[in-house]
């Protein structure tokens, strides 16, 4: 385990649950924070929230879009991704299509990330590829269509499904993208010893709602 790791500037402290209230958002602010992480993921409805609460402080404030199935129309993710950075979202996570590459539709997989990073530029933008759902080959795809469409992250998963990040995964995109784009390992992450193993394979940003507990080292 690698000791030097800052693991509190790899974490975005995440919170996208369905029935999150506003107290529950300024919790996750002060926690953020208080531990100095990276970025705070919400709903995109919380951003104008977030973006008051975290003002002049580290944490960026982080959108996701199209979350969590990846199946709304390309133009409603590009004008919720807009709607964020206007409201002062600073990277946004959006669900690909994952329907469209299981169909082999990889125009419209491509063309479904473009515009939104084109709505968002010169912002990061993440893809969530949802790899519980992928076939090695669709993880290579997904990656791929990513970095042609100029993504800036390849992200792991929403955290709604059974699988979300594991090692082999990140050592495969990894090994897709190299040094072109960044990775985000995000789903199912509670451990301290599971953060530091992610980013010792390659991950850059680790995205969990165990944040604390994964500072505290409760393993």
């Known amino acids: 385990m690698n000791k030097k790791i800052k693991l509190n500037r790899y974490i975005d402290h995440t919170l996208l649950k369905p029935d999150v209230k506003r107290i529950d958002i300024e919790k996750l602010c002060r926690e ?3 531990y100095d992480f990276f970025g705070v993921c919400v709903n995109s409805t919380f951003i104008p929230l977030i973006s008051k609460l975290l003002e002049g402080k580290n944490p960026i404030p982080i959108a996701v879009v199209g979350f969590p199935l ?3 129309l390309s133009s409603s993710k590009a004008f919720e991704a807009k709607e964020a950075i206007v409201n002062g979202a600073k990277e946004i996570d959006m669900v690909m299509n994952i ?3 299981k169909d082999k539709d990889y125009e419209k997989v491509y ?3 473009c515009l939104v990073v084109n709505e968002v530029k010169p912002y990061p933008l993440k893809v969530i590829i949802e790899t519980a759902f ?3 080959d ?3 795809l997904s990656c791929i269509l990513s970095q042609v469409a100029k993504a800036s992250y390849i992200k792991t998963s929403t955290g709604f499904w059974d699988k979300g990040a594991v090692i082999d995964d990140i050592i495969l995109i990894k090994g897709v993208i190299g040094d072109n784009m960044k990775i985000k ?3 199912g992450i509670k451990r301290y010893d599971e953060a530091i193993s992610l ?5 850059d940003r680790i995205g969990s709602s165990s944040s604390v507990n994964i500072m505290k080292k409760n393993f």
Do not use: P, T, V, Y
């Not at 980013?199 to 991950?203: S, V």
């Open 70 to 72: 990846g199946a709304n």
């Open 32 to 34: 953020a924070i208080e």
């Open 111 to 113: 063309e479904d990330i």
């Open 199 to 203: 980013i010792e394979a390659g991950a």
């Open 138 to 140: 669709e993880k290579i």
């Open 185 to 187: 390992a995000s789903g």
């Open 99 to 101: 329907g469209a590459l």
């Open 134 to 136: 992928l076939e090695r």
